[in-house]
């Protein structure tokens, strides 16, 4: 199934309207119905994770992300997740600690980049 079938469905089955999964996203009516119709693909990933949210769904499940593949998680003897994902935020010019949110959004950059460069 399409995302935007996906999106569409979901909103159904757990009667929302078009304007509170709009309001729960942070966009307007018209956009919800564009991702609904297909005419917007390219979703931004933080609308992605708020649209989960209000669906009550994973990203993954919306995006086609094998969910095998997303909780697997190599270690580094020594390192946590959260510690090589500072670190990699450090390299690029953050700095200090990831709060949750920052790791979050970390994550799912990771995992659409990987999408995009499966298709």
Do not use: C
Not at 8 to 14: A, G, P, Q
Not at 36 to 51: A, Q, T
Not at 68 to 73: M, P, V, W
Not at 78 to 104: F, N, Q, S, Y
């Amino acid at each position: 199934m399409e995302f935007k079938d996906k999106i569409k469905n979901r909103r159904l089955e757990l009667n929302l309207t078009l304007e509170e999964v709009a309001k729960a996203v942070g966009v307007s009516t018209p956009t919800i119905l564009r991702y609904e119709s297909g005419e917007i693909k390219n979703v931004r990933r933080d609308k992605i994770k708020l649209l989960a949210d209000a669906l009550q769904v994973t990203p993954s499940y919306l995006m086609d992300w094998d969910e095998k593949e997303e909780t697997q998680k190599k270690e580094i003897p020594g390192l946590t997740e959260k510690e090589i994902l500072t670190r990699a935020a450090h390299k690029v010019g953050h700095e200090g600690p990831l709060t949750d949110e920052e790791l979050d959004n970390i994550k799912l950059a990771i995992q659409i980049a990987l999408a995009k460069h499966k298709k």
